[in-house]
């Protein structure tokens, strides 16, 4: 059974940084497409980026484009997102997301729910 464990979240101040990690286990990793959605209070889920199998193709949100990167180390089973120039906007639960099949960013973009495994979700809070 695939688990995913997210960790990093934290307050921060407005235009500061963050980099949240996810660990994953149960299957081999380096296999399938990852990726992060968020949910902000009284909002739904959204997309927020995807990576490939091999972390050479990334995808986002615009909303977020420039300033977070998604990324992930295949040896250490995990896949990660570095934020800057963090916005009020942006506060909400970060879920990491595994495709259940594939391999590609698509897998992760346009995949129905039950193509995806989620993790529990980590708070992120930007405030001064």
């Known amino acids: 059974q695939v688990q995913l464990a997210e960790s990093g979240g934290a307050l921060v101040q407005p235009g500061g940084s963050l980099k949240l990690s996810c660990a994953s286990s149960?299957?081999?990793?380096?296999?399938?497409?990852m990726g992060w959605f968020r949910q902000a209070p009284g909002k739904e889920r959204e997309f927020v980026a995807a990576i490939n199998w091999g972390g050479h193709t990334t995808y986002y949100t615009d909303s977020v484009q420039g300033r977070f990167t998604v990324s992930r180390d295949n040896a250490k089973n995990t896949v990660y997102l570095s934020m800057n120039s963090l916005k009020p906007d942006d506060t909400a639960i970060y879920y990491c997301?595994?495709?259940?099949?594939?391999?590609?960013?698509?897998?992760?973009?346009?995949?129905?729910?039950?193509?995806?495994?989620w993790g529990q979700g980590t708070q992120v809070t930007v405030s001064s």
């Open positions: 149960g299957r081999t990793f380096s296999n399938y497409a």
């Open positions: 997301v595994a495709s259940r099949t594939g391999s590609s960013t698509t897998d992760i973009v346009q995949a129905p729910p039950p193509n995806l495994i």
